[in-house]
T-cell receptor, first 116, second 114 residues
């Protein structure tokens, strides 16, 4: 059962335009969400995150929006640049213990291609 | 600072052989995670450790898979015997104890079992 879903396996966007990557989740216990970026032959790198107490978090060209009622989050990249071409993973975490380091559940990824 | 270090980067082995993947987490990080990435299932968590203690191994697919963390700076993931369906990229990640959710990934080990 896929608790975090990225329904678009790929997306192509013109350079300079906005890229919007979407993610849906089913587990209402998730309270922290992250986006990771992955280049070929490298490990995923952390990009941006959002807590469930917020509905928006911005970091430079990257903004993550969270709609808890719809169990949906999105990542906006504006303006898109060729170096943004990568696979983007959405991930979610739920507080399940007192250990403080919780496991992440990842989506299957969306391959973003920025067209020069 | 060095990131998460994994070795080997590539491993090709024959079915039935034992495979050992290695990971050195970022210094000062208390949690370590092993993931497997496949086209069909994306990134799956196999097992994670807090302070060298395995916390959740529910993602380990079969008894053929085992993981250890003998100290804070080293972990292994072993597959014995290996099968072709184990072919995937295996990632190790680490994070700090202080409630930090962000995990930092190593470059991965690409395993091919023929």
């Amino acid at each position: 059962d896929q608790q975090v879903k990225q329904n678009s396996p790929s997306l192509s966007v013109q350079e300079g335009r906005i890229s919007i990557l979407n993610c849906d989740y089913t587990n209402s216990m998730f309270d922290y969400f992250l986006w990771y970026k992955k280049y070929p032959a490298e490990g995923p790198t952390f990009l941006i995150s959002i807590s469930s107490i917020k509905d928006k978090n911005e970091d430079g060209r990257f903004t993550v929006f969270l709609n808890k009622s719809a169990k949906h989050l999105s990542l906006h990249i504006v303006p898109s640049q060729p170096g943004d071409s990568a696979v983007y993973f959405c991930a979610a975490s739920a507080l399940i213990s007192n250990f403080g380091n919780e496991k992440l559940t990842f989506g299957t990824g969306t391959r973003l291609t920025i067209i020069p | 600072d060095a990131g998460v270090i994994q070795s080997p980067r590539h491993e090709v082995t024959e079915m039935g052989q034992e495979v050992t993947l290695r990971c050195k987490p970022i210094s000062g990080h208390n949690s370590l995670f092993w993931y497997r990435q496949t086209m069909m299932r994306g990134l799956e968590l196999l097992i994670y450790f807090n302070n060298n203690v395995p916390i959740d191994d529910s993602g380990m697919p079969e008894d053929r898979f085992s993981a250890k963390m003998p100290n804070a700076s080293f972990s292994t993931l072993k597959i014995q015997p290996s099968e072709p369906r184990d072919s995937a990229v295996y990632f190790c990640a680490s994070s700090r104890w202080t409630g930090q959710v962000e995990q930092y990934f190593g470059p991965g080990t690409r395993l091919t079992v023929t």
